[in-house]
């Protein structure tokens, strides 16, 4: 396999590399059959089609005499192969188990970690292999549900190869580093990271206790994610790393909402003048010398940004659960900062996939388990201690369907136009409402925006606001949240379910089900109250299995908050 695989070129990292027709590896035949997945040559019907025959290498044409052709071939010896194995890899071949040597492997650390092939033994070979070339939990769910995995990516390969350099992402550092130590393998890191001048800060921080430990935390090391609750100051917390590290900063994000919230809390907290603050948004593309607030879509459209790879001494990555995605990756892997830090709610992914957050950012460096409520994001940070009351609402819908055969979409819009359940939903807006509550109300479909906002015409002041409003649109509708002027906001979680900072809002409807536990956080995280009491309504399809299903996931995260 190895003499194959090297003399085709293949890489070593590389799973489930096979070649067709090597096996079977078998030189005996049982009593009945022809042996495992054998392809007879020269049968019959196959020969006239021209099929199952030997070729010539030279000419890719049949040989004239099939049965001369097979009598040339030779069986060869395991010596045979050891000394094929030998010449290909141009050493002697052993069969004991690898000794720590005197010789030191090199780690060049850039925008990645750089290691030279010829220094790579087997069992770091083998490593590398098994960490940063690991098949993908999605691609495994869709093949056992017996979905299509067309264009679904089985494997997650994080390594680059460039002649004999061997790239890897910088967050797998100290991974690779503590490997290294734990199999007495010496190794020299060189440091090809910018040096980059100091520019000066004025920060009107006030930290929270439960904000100082973490800023403490990330100022000792170089990269990490850091984990903190909706609610609890991430900005703040973003904010005041820039500024302690006193070098030109990048912050990534994915929202045009995110953008501005950090442009206006720059201006408020490091007082710099939003003229002065650099924007890469659209066709905007300026960098400010000391902050620069950048959507990761418009730096994937430039694709080959080489100028800004070395300009920033620290980037913050907010929202960061997001890296996974191959685009952010890409922006990400081609920046080479001194310091990286991600900030998010939760690192959990729907498909298990947050290792490749660690792999490009780092790993967990920080978290804040329970945080208390933010009332105002000022210089003097308020707060105070926040109770949830969570209200379960069972439905009567009720329709036959299995998730393996029928499709989810028609269920999608059972569950958006059931009148007796958008009724229910309907009384639960009125009630808080009417008791003076701020409501967010959050689906996964348009439809059913535009629906509830037909039934509540006449009972209350809503506000329906989405992806698919034109920005100027959202702007007035996001400034009218902003100024409290609403008693309900109807909106998709797509599109507000994380990342915002709204104040007052006291109640949320999850009016549309689902399963993950990471999107139930940020969710959650849209509760911003006055009062000392959060409100959580959620709806159980009893009736429909596959939605029973999908509500026992969330409660488990409930009955954590209750015990909390």
């Not at 799973?15 to 009593?31: G, I």
């Not at 460039?162 to 393998?185: H, K, M, T, Y």
């Amino acid at each position: 396999m190895e003499i194959i695989r090297r003399a085709l070129k293949l890489s070593e990292f590389d799973k489930e590399v096979s070649f067709d027709r090597l096996f079977p590896n078998q030189d005996s035949l049982a009593k009945e059959g022809f042996g495992n997945l054998i392809a007879i040559p020269m049968q019959g019907q196959a020969t006239r089609l021209s099929n199952t025959l030997f070729l010539n290498p030279e000419t890719f044409q049949p040989y004239s005499d099939q049965w001369a052709f097979l009598q040339t071939i030779h069986k060869h010896t395991i010596a045979e192969l050891e000394s094929a194995y030998a010449n290909v890899l141009n050493k002697t071949v052993s069969f004991t188990p690898e000794v720590p040597g005197t010789s030191s492997i090199s780690l060049i650390l850039n925008s990645k970690i750089v290691l030279n092939r010829s220094e790579l033994t087997p069992l770091l070979i083998h490593f590398l292999k098994e960490k940063l070339n690991f098949i993908s939990t999605e691609y495994l769910t869709k093949k056992r549900l017996g979905k299509s995995v067309y264009k679904v990516q089985k494997f997650f390969k994080l390594l680059e190869e460039n002649g004999d350099d061997v790239l890897l992402p910088r967050g797998f550092l100290s991974q690779l580093i503590s490997f290294l130590r734990n199999n007495g393998i010496a190794y020299q890191l060189k440091e090809q990271r910018p040096q980059i001048l100091e520019v000066k800060f004025t920060s009107n921080i006030k930290l929270l206790p439960a904000q100082q430990p973490i800023v403490g935390k990330a100022l000792e090391v170089d990269s990490g994610v850091i984990v903190a609750p909706s609610g609890s100051g991430k900005t703040i917390i973003g904010l005041e790393i820039i500024a302690q590290r006193k070098l030109p900063a990048l912050i990534l994000v994915h929202r045009k909402q995110l953008l501005d919230q950090w442009i206006e809390r720059t201006q408020s907290f490091l007082e710099i003048p939003k003229k002065d603050i650099g924007q890469y948004y659209s066709v905007k593309k300026k960098t400010g010398e000391q902050i620069t607030v950048a959507m990761m879509q418009t730096l994937v459209r430039i694709g080959n940004f080489a100028e800004l790879q070395n300009k920033f001494g620290t980037i913050i990555v907010d929202e960061c659960h997001h890296t996974p995605a191959k685009t952010f990756r890409e922006v990400i892997g081609q920046l080479n900062p001194k310091y990286i830090y991600g900030l998010t709610a939760t690192p959990k992914r729907k498909h298990n996939d947050e290792p490749l957050i660690y792999m490009f950012i780092g790993n967990i460096i920080a978290q804040m388990e329970h945080a208390p409520e933010i009332i105002a994001e000022t210089p003097e940070l308020s707060y105070k201690s926040v109770k949830t009351q969570i209200i379960i609402r069972e439905t009567n819908l009720e329709v036959p369907f299995k998730f393996t055969t029928d499709n989810f979409q028609l269920l999608a819009k059972l569950i958006c136009f059931d009148t007796n359940r958008n009724q229910m939903i309907v009384k639960d807006i009125q009630e808080q409402t009417s008791q003076g509550k701020k409501v967010l109300f959050l689906s996964e479909r348009r439809d059913h925006l535009e629906i509830l906002s037909l039934y509540l015409k006449g009972l209350c002041e809503t506000i329906t606001i989405s992806g698919e409003d034109s920005n100027a649109k959202r702007a007035i509708k996001l400034k009218q949240v902003q100024t409290g002027h609403y008693q309900a906001i109807l909106s998709t979680g797509q599109f507000f379910g994380e990342g915002l900072d709204i104040p007052g809002i006291d109640c949320l409807i999850i009016a549309f089900p689902f399963s993950f536990e990471g999107k139930l956080i940020q969710y959650i995280g849209r509760l911003r109250g006055k009062d000392n009491q959060k409100i959580i309504i959620d709806y159980e399809d009893k009736k429909i299995a596959f939605l029973e299903r999908q509500f026992k996931r969330r409660k488990r995260y409930y009955n954590k908050i209750s015990k909390s």
